[in-house]
């Protein structure tokens, strides 16, 4: 776990970044940097995207939209699951069509997306601006 102090006290900065984190974390730093590693990729980031954006998916679905095979898929979705970007859910009783196995992307794969890439990416325009405005003085 952290060996943390919270987050920064009078604009001072922790000599180790993981006391950053609180006391009662409920990942260590090195799982956050998992997370985030993880998202780099841009399949996953895709694949996350969906599952933010547009709810639970079986692979069937994802495979679809992404036009990705089966095995690369899968591939990207254990490693979203490992780092808890994503959860698997198997359907537990078998219909006509068999048993299936949806994803849905949790909490911490939501604040990954939303808090972070995406709103990098949303801010693209403010950081031009300030680019600009910089340049003219």
């Given at each position: 776990?952290a060996?943390?102090?919270?987050h920064?006290?009078?604009?001072?900065?922790?000599?180790?970044?993981?006391?950053?984190?609180?006391?009662d974390?409920?990942l260590?730093?090195?799982e956050?940097?998992?997370?985030?590693?993880a998202?780099g990729?841009r399949?996953?980031?895709?694949?996350?995207?969906r599952?933010?954006?547009?709810?639970?998916?079986?692979?069937?679905?994802?495979?679809?939209?992404?036009?990705?095979d089966?095995?690369?898929?899968?591939?990207?979705?254990?490693?979203?699951?490992?780092?808890?970007?994503?959860?698997?859910?198997?359907?537990?009783?078998r219909d006509q069509d068999?048993l299936?196995?949806?994803?849905?992307?949790?909490?911490f794969?939501?604040v990954?997306l939303?808090e972070?890439?995406?709103?990098?990416?949303?801010?693209?325009?403010?950081?031009e601006?300030?680019?600009?405005?910089?340049?003219?003085?």
């Amino acid at each position: 776990m952290a060996t943390n102090h919270g987050h920064a006290v009078d604009n001072q900065v922790p000599e180790d970044p993981a006391d950053l984190l609180p006391e009662d974390s409920v990942l260590t730093l090195d799982e956050y940097l998992a997370m985030h590693a993880a998202v780099g990729h841009r399949t996953r980031y895709e694949i996350l995207y969906r599952l933010v954006h547009g709810g639970e998916m079986s692979p069937k679905e994802l495979e679809a939209v992404l036009d990705i095979d089966d095995s690369t898929l899968h591939y990207h979705l254990n490693k979203l699951v490992e780092v808890g970007l994503v959860e698997k859910r198997q359907q537990t009783e078998r219909d006509q069509d068999g048993l299936y196995t949806y994803y849905r992307a949790t909490v911490f794969g939501e604040v990954t997306l939303t808090e972070g890439v995406d709103e990098l990416i949303c801010g693209e325009q403010e950081f031009e601006a300030l680019y600009d405005s910089s340049s003219e003085a």
